[in-house]
Structures are given as structure tokens and as C-alpha cells.
């Protein structure tokens, strides 16, 4: 079990020095990866809540703080099909790069259908469009001469150069109805959970990916499937990650054995750290960050 860290993102707290801060001591302290995930924006009147308000930009993030880390992975989760491929297999071939190989790239079908609008991407047949979303960026990260004529997007002949080093970053899905699952299992190299999962019942998903692998002849062994860990610190509240630091910390344990190969600590996702004043904000996180880090 790989045990990582979601990188201030959202709120008052997500300032650049807190970003490198946490980011520098998650690699001193021997996590895994560093987290970040993407809101493109918030309509206007939107029930949502202060997690999604102010949220910057996931690439950019990281691309900065690979740049003041050396070993740690990076990891996005996720960006959505929203975004045009070519131009976005070009952003993950450059960071994947300058980080030395470190990248994790999720990629999702998004739910908001605001942000499509205002990206000019028709919202509908989303789950197909995921699919050859995917298609089309590891078309771009492989093939000398790129080319592509599918529903939704044309590549006319080209190269797209240079290829990503050492080679392409793995691309985990999202999702969290049956289709969703069984396309992670068809053509991802894993899945990863939604903020909203719930992780009671978590390895009832974690069946249905590997079985969807296993049909197309995959091995299911081989897939990552990571936990968004909604964790809050809290006394006398219990729900998965949510209570006391030897509470979470058993709770990761358990979902190890559901067959979980990564959790990442996400604070963003907790109301009283993303609406607190930035400092306290930091002074619980680094709290967090030193009480959770994985075991020596």
C-alpha cells in the first residue's frame, strides 16, 4: 500500500509556499505521491460548497512543484474530458519530462455541465467520448506519425514530438457507475475513486475493474487502484478516513486489505480546512502530514 498526499489546492490555505512546503516535507517523509485535482469553475449559485470555490489550475501546480521535488510521484486526479487531447497529451508528454518520469495522469468524464459549455464540448455521449479521449493521447504519446478520424476528434497526419521520457505516464480513470468501471478495466492502467466513493463497499468496484480487465485479456495484477482520501481529523466523528490519527491510520489498513494499492490524504476536501484562515490551515495540515506519513 502506497500512502501519498493531495497538495493545497483549493481555498485560502492553497498558497504557493504552502504548495512547496507540504510538497518538500511529503518527499522528507517518504509518501508516495503528491495529489492534485481539477475544478475548471463554479456556476454561479451552485450547491457544490467551499471545496470547489477557488481551485488552481492541476498541471501547473505540478509542473512547479516538480521542480522543487525529486523523487516524489505526481500525480492529478483527474482531469476531464472537457479538455481537447492533443493539446492536453502535449501539457502530460512535457510534465511527465521535466519531472523524470513521475506523472501519473487521471483522466475522467466530468459531471459539470458547466464546464463543458464553457469549454465548447458537447456534454452529452461523454462515456464515449472518454474512451477515445484516451485513445488519442496515447496515440500522441507513441506513434511516430499521429493520426486519427474518430466521433469526436480528427488528428490529421502529424508528429507530435517529443515523445514523453522515459516514457508515456500510466492513465488512471475514474468513475463510479458500471460503464465507467469496465472501461477503466478495458483500457486504463487502473482506477481511482471519487471524493463521493463509498469506501465500505469500495472493493465491489475493485472486483468489477479487474473483471472487465480480465475479459480483454489484461491482467488485473498489474492495475493501481487508488483511494481520494476525503480525510478529516476529527474527535468523537467516525466515517472512513474521518476521526483520529490512529483511527485513519487503521482504516488505511483496512482498505489495503479491500485490495486498495494507494490512499492519498486529501485536506482540500475538508470543509473546516478549506474555509479556515490559511495559516491555521497549514499548522493542521502539517500536523496531518507528519501523523500520517507512511511507516519507515
Known amino acids: 500500500m502506497k500512502i501519498s498526499f493531495g497538495v493545497p489546492i483549493s481555498g485560502p490555505w492553497a498558497r504557493p509556499d504552502n504548495m512547496r512546503a507540504v510538497a518538500r516535507r511529503a518527499e522528507e517523509l517518504g509518501y508516495a505521491g503528491l495529489w492534485t485535482f481539477q475544478r475548471l469553475l463554479y456556476p454561479e449559485g451552485h450547491a457544490m460548497g467551499p471545496v470547489y470555490r477557488s481551485v488552481h489550475d492541476p498541471l501547473i501546480t505540478l509542473a512547479h512543484l516538480s521542480a522543487v521535488t525529486e523523487r516524489i510521484e ?15 497529451a502535449k501539457q502530460l508528454a512535457t510534465l511527465q519530462t521535466l519531472a523524470g518520469g513521475r506523472l501519473v495522469a487521471g483522466v475522467g468524464l466530468g459531471w459539470l455541465e458547466e464546464e463543458f459549455t464553457a469549454s465548447g464540448v ?70 481511482m475513486s471519487s471524493s463521493r466513493e463509498d469506501l465500505t463497499t469500495i472493493d465491489q468496484k475493485i472486483a468489477q475493474v479487474k473483471a472487465a480487465a480480465e475479459e480483454a485479456g489484461r491482467d488485473p495484477a498489474a492495475l493501481r487502484f487508488v483511494v481520494r482520501g476525503v480525510t478529516k481529523v476529527r474527535t468523537g466523528e467516525r466515517a472512513p478516513l474521518t476521526g483520529s490519527y490512529a483511527e485513519i491510520r487503521a482504516d488505511v489498513d483496512e482498505l489495503a486489505a479491500k485490495g486498495v494499492t494507494e490512499v492519498f490524504h486529501d485536506l482540500n476536501f475538508d470543509p473546516e480546512i478549506v474555509t479556515a484562515p490559511a495559516q491555521e490551515a497549514m499548522s493542521r495540515a502539517e500536523e496531518a502530514l507528519e501523523a500520517l506519513a507512511p511507516a519507515s
Open 74 to 88: 505526481l500525480g492529478v486526479g483527474v482531469v476531464n474530458a472537457f479538455m481537447q487531447p492533443v493539446m492536453l
Open 122 to 191: 458537447d456534454f452529452a455521449a461523454r462515456g464515449r467520448r472518454g474512451e477515445e479521449f484516451v485513445r488519442v493521447l496515447r496515440a500522441c504519446w507513441s506513434e511516430e506519425v499521429v493520426a486519427h478520424e474518430g466521433e469526436f476528434y480528427r488528428v490529421p497526419p502529424a508528429h507530435m514530438d517529443p515523445k514523453p521520457e522515459p516514457g508515456p505516464p500510466p492513465v488512471l480513470m475514474g468513475g463510479v457507475a458500471e460503464p465507467a468501471l469496465r472501461r477503466a478495466g478495458r483500457i486504463a492502467d487502473g482506477w
